[in-house]
């Protein structure tokens, strides 16, 4: 009930009116130009065709190239004043610079080692993650496969409670209950124990679950705490870009990343969508540097004492290990779409099957062809979605999709108990990536996320046979079920279609 009264007469009611001023003010001013009428009409014909052609020319995908020049013809105006906005964001370019600094600066940490011959099949992957995304690929790690929250759940307090130098905590939601509060209990007695605790999580926590004050409840328990981009009542587009990672490294001999958050639902022990299907992994190995600086680089964006990223780095092996694991992170402060890309790797190099668990479908028009090419060579292409969504609006504009996808040949299945929230690819028993990484333009353009690829170990075969019992109590969708959707939400799909790039 205090959350409920919080959310609903608290900060939610001054930044929802802080914005509306915010506004009204902009459309006060665009409406003043209308005075003007032929200036206006002919000025706003030539700048919209002339920012049309400059979007048309742009090296972005082309989904979001048309949504913004639909935006824009539709309502030059405010399309023109909304595509500045969007562009001209000194906070943004900012950011985008420290990021920079702080990759150039963790680099010499992260080189790649000569660990494959360079006709390899893994060698192009490695080359090009390596140079653009600053991350190697390892042969000295293992991966852990938990298909389950609850699984992570339990392992997690087990590797918690044998913490001897450091835990690093980074998470998109940490919400008070049964799994935060058991997990605070742990980090409370490893502070006393002298044990190094630094917790990150996103902003939007502060708009709606944690107390603002809550950073300082942790720094009085003795756990260092950042919060990413709190949400502000100003309107910038800073606050777009949401820290949608989940991280937790214990002394850089194990690191955990997956869909899973620290709040109840993720374990159901709460009932918010019906059956919770989430997933994770445990990395254990040299591999876990990566996540290692992973964390450090976000925690150091508002830092100005230099890291000493070293007291956190191990070259821990695993005895016997086989196989390639090769943790990775991507940001929207630049142009290349990581995440999007090695999704693509694996589409186009697959054989035989590439299985795909997504909360959201959402994708971009590459991407889509990447798909129908796969389905068209034979390679068995299937889709896991939520029968029952968080997000209404993007469940509508999934639907959009279902047919021409179908028409293609891949398969698109509901988890009929209730909400599909893993982000998994996995193919011909060979390679698979699970993380934090949504099939939609948020995760794969606008958000900072992360993931493991993993290629030849163990656990790909496990996330194989955990699809397999997923698709036992999925419903696979038809033409036919397509055409008995409701209309008017059809209708609201398409309509949402439009803007879907830049939501």
Known sequence: ?????????????????????????????????????????????????????????????????????????????????????IKIQPQVRKINKRIDCLIEETRPYLVQKNIYDENSHIAGLSQYMNTYGGFPIYNNSDVKYFKIGEEKYEQ????????????????????????????????????????????????????????????????????????????RPALTTYQNNRDHRKILVIDGR??????????????????????????????????????????????NLGETVKEDYEKYLTEESVEGAKGYVMPYGDHPYDEEYIGEYVYMDIINKAKKYVHIMTPYLIPSNEMIRCLEHASKRGVDVKIIMPYITDKPSAYYIARTYYPKLIEKGIEIYEYI??????????????????????????????????????????????????????????????????????????????????????M
């Open 1 to 85: 009930m205090r959350k409920i009264f919080r959310v609903l007469f608290g900060r939610t009611l001054f930044l929802i009116l802080s914005l509306l001023i915010q506004a009204v003010v902009l459309l006060s001013f665009m409406l003043r130009l209308s005075d003007y009428l032929y200036i206006y009409y002919g000025f706003t014909v030539i700048v919209s065709l002339l920012f049309c052609a400059h979007i048309a020319n742009l090296d972005i995908s082309s989904s979001i190239r048309t949504s913004w020049i639909t935006i824009i013809l539709a309502m030059p105006v405010f399309g023109i004043l909304f595509y500045l906005f």
């Open 156 to 231: 997690l307090l087990i590797e918690l409670s044998n913490a001897k130098k450091f835990i690093f905590l980074e998470y998109f939601i940490i919400d008070e209950g049964k799994m935060w509060d058991s997990i605070l209990e742990i980090l409370k007695e490893k502070v006393k124990e002298g044990v190094e605790v630094r917790l990150m999580y996103d902003g939007t926590c502060m708009f709606a679950l944690l107390p603002h004050s809550y950073p300082k409840q942790m720094e009085k328990l003795g756990i260092k705490c950042h919060v990413f981009s709190p949400i």
């Open 254 to 299: 194990v690191a955990f990343t997956g869909g899973v958050n620290l709040a109840d639902e993720y374990i159901n022990v709460t009932k918010r969508f019906g059956h919770w299907k989430d997933n994770a992994v445990m990395v254990t190995g040299e591999a876990v540097r990566s996540f290692t600086i992973m964390f450090l680089q976000i925690w």
């Open 417 to 502: 108990p209730g909400f599909v929230h893993a982000k998994t690819f996995v193919s011909d028993d060979k390679k698979a990536v699970v993380g934090t990484i949504n099939l939609d333009f948020r995760s794969l353009y606008q958000n900072l996320e992360c993931a493991a690829y993993m290629e030849d170990v163990g656990a790909v075969k496990d996330i194989e046979k955990d699809y397999q019992e997923t698709l036992s109590y999925c419903k696979k969708i038809t033409l036919e079920d397509c055409d008995k959707y409701n209309p008017v939400l059809k209708l609201v799909g398409k309509l949402l279609w439009i803007i879907s790039p830049l």
